[in-house]
């Protein structure tokens, strides 16, 4: 089971697990912070390197053309190669240095310093600028990659209003968000955006909720619903009253989310980190051994000719392909990507850990209401006894026009579809938990449940008891006249949802939910789920997970987050649907998906698993290469350009491909889904 407390308050350096003390080169700082101002990386990503690279391509050269004055100069190449060594080498020297004093020596900033000036001290100058530059010019392409990971999640940032127009003695002004109080009228005029949250005044409004949920279609609000901070006027002056204040909506939770998500680390990240710290001083004790076992070989046998440089040379080379870069940048940058790839599609994971528990699930457990459902209630079947079923719907729309239950806004919304005349109800009388009767013209008429019928000694086919959905029973006269069957609308990609994890090998497919045991069986058959429980309190639903997990079973449950907390917090994965502005499912939750589309579980489950499946390519692949150039090495046969490519480029190979996953493509539902809409 997951652990759902992890604290990410302590962050360190993705390189090599060590805290940054603000100085030197900032683009080592993967993955945390990237606060340069546009001025400040250009000159980073540019100027530096192309200092150092302009003068090291101008030695080779100098020295390959046999320039007399440079050629046959040595001091002459080691004050220009050292200058040249400078723009790239003392930021990372700072670095180095910093890391020590705060306890960490053993980190590919000492590594690549002691290489760096190890090649000096034996005269290769080029490649130890060499090395250097390469080295900081695949840290700013890091650097790009990562900036393009957050973009995503960036643009949440943007989608807060930046003024509110709110009431103030009689008239609007505009203020900062930060100064509104809860209880103010604010005023949203089209094409602005939502700057808080509250609930709406008017009689209805359409909203552009895309920046929040990924949804196209914007999305009508009546009068007393919740607006969100984020969401755009399309329709016309919206007045609203705020509810909560601007640092506690729904987006500033959101947002405060996502920023904590790069601290919760998979497992592949926490392996990788805790193998950093070790294998870095391991490699570094070889290197020394490198060169004091051939000298100890060469000082008791005289066959064995021991020439320093050319092993210190190699000793150099080895602790330059020693370096964990690709390993420690790429893994963290692979679930950072996957993140971001997640919350373009409107899927919000908590952290690398559960996106990487995702991909172990074999189990899904549904809530029904709410998240298979849309809470909705439609006219499934009208059955009428010697009338029309047109003169059925009019007869129990009259009696259920006063009443303002569900079950009866279901009825007055068929009657108006089929354009009925609803005639006038008189002398209406209501029984509590039994149903109306008022007079329908000449005619007395009845509509509620069957205990209504058996109360007052009408007959009614006992079919009618082995119903599974809601019906409302009809008797006009003191005769039974037929039933409507009112049943929760499936929501569109419903079905989609299960049989699509069916087919991405999810074993069990549950759906729970407190509704009566008939209903969930057959909407569970509808569905195609495997099983389907009713009438479940809380901690009924808490039981059937706490069995599953006992029996063995990686179960996510998928559910609204309003009073599925315990089972949220149970499960292996908690996920929430539509949670934005349910406390219960941020907080309880470790994946929110924000669309309230159940088929986007099984994108999450496909964002995962090509997020891992990238990561473990990236750390078979430097390991691989690694170790072959680390051999190579070692016996002579790799030098420190070698070294480079090993470190450096590997490393580059590696975030080239964690980017794959922010241009993969993982909604393959859509066409299905359009199909589906169209039959």
């Given amino acids: 089971m997951n652990n759902k407390s992890e604290s990410n308050k302590n962050r360190s350096c993705a390189c090599a697990g060590h805290k940054h003390s603000g100085t030197g080169c900032k683009c080592h700082e993967h993955g945390h912070s990237h606060g340069h101002s546009a001025a400040q990386f250009k000159v980073m990503a540019i100027g530096r390197p192309g200092i150092s690279f302009a003068m090291l391509l101008a030695g080779l050269i100098l020295n390959y053309a046999g320039a007399e004055w440079f050629a046959g100069n040595s001091a002459i190449q080691l004050v220009w190669y050292v200058i040249a060594f400078i723009p790239v080498g003392l930021p990372v020297m700072t670095e180095a240095w910093a890391s020590i004093v705060h306890g960490d020596a053993f980190n590919e900033f000492t590594l690549m310093v002691i290489a760096c000036i190890g090649a000096f001290c034996i005269g290769e100058y080029p490649e130890a600028v060499g090395v250097m530059l390469f080295y900081c010019i695949g840290e700013e392409v890091q650097h790009l990659a990562v900036n393009k990971a957050t973009r995503n999640i960036s643009r949440l940032l943007d989608v807060r209003g930046e003024s509110a127009l709110v009431m103030r003695n009689g008239k609007y002004v505009e203020i900062s968000p930060k100064d509104v109080k809860v209880g103010d009228m604010m005023e949203v005029r089209p094409g602005e955006r939502v700057s808080l949250d509250g609930v709406l005044c008017d009689d209805y409004n359409t909203f552009d909720t895309s920046a929040l949920t990924g949804e196209s279609v914007p999305r009508t609000i009546d009068k007393g619903g919740e607006v969100l901070a984020g969401m755009i006027s399309s329709s016309g002056i919206a007045h609203i009253r705020v509810t909560k204040e601007y640092g506690k909506s729904a987006l500033a939770r959101i947002l405060e989310l996502v920023n904590e998500a790069s601290g919760r680390k998979a ?346 499946k990238i990561v473990t390519q990236n750390i078979v692949g430097a390991i691989s290469i690694k170790v072959i150039i680390l051999v190579l090495g070692a016996i002579g046969y790799a030098s420190l350009w070698a070294a480079v490519f090993a470190d450096v480029g590997v490393a580059l190979l590696a975030v080239c491909n964690s980017m794959r996953i922010l241009v993969h493509r993982f909604d393959k539902k859509t066409v299905t889904l359009q199909n589906e809409r169209r039959d």
């Fill in 267 to 612: 497992p592949a990240e926490q392996f990788i980190r805790r193998f950093a710290r070790i294998y870095t001083p391991v490699v570094t004790g070889l290197a020394v051994l490198l060169i004091a076992i051939p000298a100890l070989v060469g000082a008791f046998s005289p066959s064995f000719h021991f020439v320093l440089d050319e092993w210190v040379y190699r000793a150099l080379v080895f602790l330059v392909i020693s370096c964990p870069c690709a390993l420690v940048i790429s893994v963290p940058l692979g679930y950072f990507a996957g993140i971001g790839a997640a919350s373009k599609a409107g899927i919000l994971f908590k952290g690398g850990n559960y996106l990487d528990a995702i991909t172990r699930i074999d189990s899904v457990a549904f809530d029904k209401t709410g998240t298979m459902t849309t809470g909705k209630f439609h006219v499934d079947r009208i059955h009428a006894e010697n009338m029309g079923e047109r003169d059925l719907l009019n007869l129990v729309a009259a009696v259920e026009s006063g009443s303002t239950h569900p079950i009866a806004k279901a009825i007055m919304e068929a009657a108006g579809k089929s354009n009925l005349q609803i005639p006038e109800a008189t002398q209406m009388k209501e029984y509590s938990g039994l149903g109306a009767e008022a007079m329908v013209g000449s005619h007395k008429v009845m509509a509620g449940n069957i205990r209504m019928l058996s109360r007052f000694g009408i007959n009614y086919p006992t079919l009618l008891e082995d119903v599974a959905y809601s019906s409302v029973v009809c008797a006009v006269d003191g005769k039974y006249a037929g039933y409507i069957l009112v049943a929760d609308t499936l929501k569109n990609d419903a079905r989609l949802a299960v049989s699509e994890l069916h087919s991405l090998g999810i074993k069990k497919i549950i759906l729970l939910s407190g509704d009566r045991k008939k209903i969930v069986e057959d909407c569970g058959k509808r569905l195609g789920t495997d099983e389907a429980f009713g009438e479940l309190m809380p901690q009924d639903k808490a039981a059937v997970i706490d069995k599953a997990v006992s029996q063995g079973h990686r179960i996510a449950f998928v559910g609204d987050g309003l009073n599925d907390a315990p089972v949220l917090a149970l499960s292996n994965v908690g996920v929430a649907m539509g949670g934005l502005g349910s406390d219960a499912a941020i907080e309880s939750a470790d994946v929110v998906i924000q669309t309230d589309e159940p088929s986007k579980m099984t994108e999450a489950i496909r964002i995962g698993r090509y997020t891992r």
